[in-house]
């Protein structure tokens, strides 16, 4: 069994940075690739990114440059920056036994995290 405890998320003003984090508790959990989803108000929830164990990394290409992932064992942070509105949502982190691609596929996940970014 793996929890994941969520942290961080909050208001934060459009071109505005935010830090939100992840700690992993189980079983081998430092070896689990860490998954970053978010849900935006009336739409599906979408990939953001994933990072291994091995801290090999996989973003969604329209996030790439605004935000970052990182990880310390157990730990993983999402870093976003020159936030906009449409990056309001929930975030959600999850993780999962294997491969970093996108697919909601995850064993476990975080109870999420509201991010609002006001224009």
């Known amino acids: 069994q793996v929890q994941l405890v969520q942290s961080g998320g909050g208001l934060v003003q459009a071109g505005g940075s935010l830090r939100i984090s992840c700690v992993a508790s189980g079983h081998s959990v430092d070896i689990y690739t860490l998954v970053w989803f978010r849900q935006a108000p009336g739409k599906e929830r979408e990939f953001v990114a994933a990072i291994s164990g091995t801290a090999r990394i996989y973003f969604t290409d329209s996030l790439k440059g605004r935000f970052n992932i990182s990880r310390d064992t157990a730990k993983a942070f999402l870093h976003m920056t020159s936030l906009g509105p449409e990056d309001t949502a929930v975030y959600y982190c999850?993780?999962?036994?294997?491969?970093?691609?996108?697919?909601?596929?995850?064993?476990?996940w975080g109870r999420g995290t509201k991010v609002t970014v006001s224009s």
């Open positions: 999850a993780s999962r036994a294997a491969h970093l691609g996108p697919a909601p596929d995850c064993h476990y």
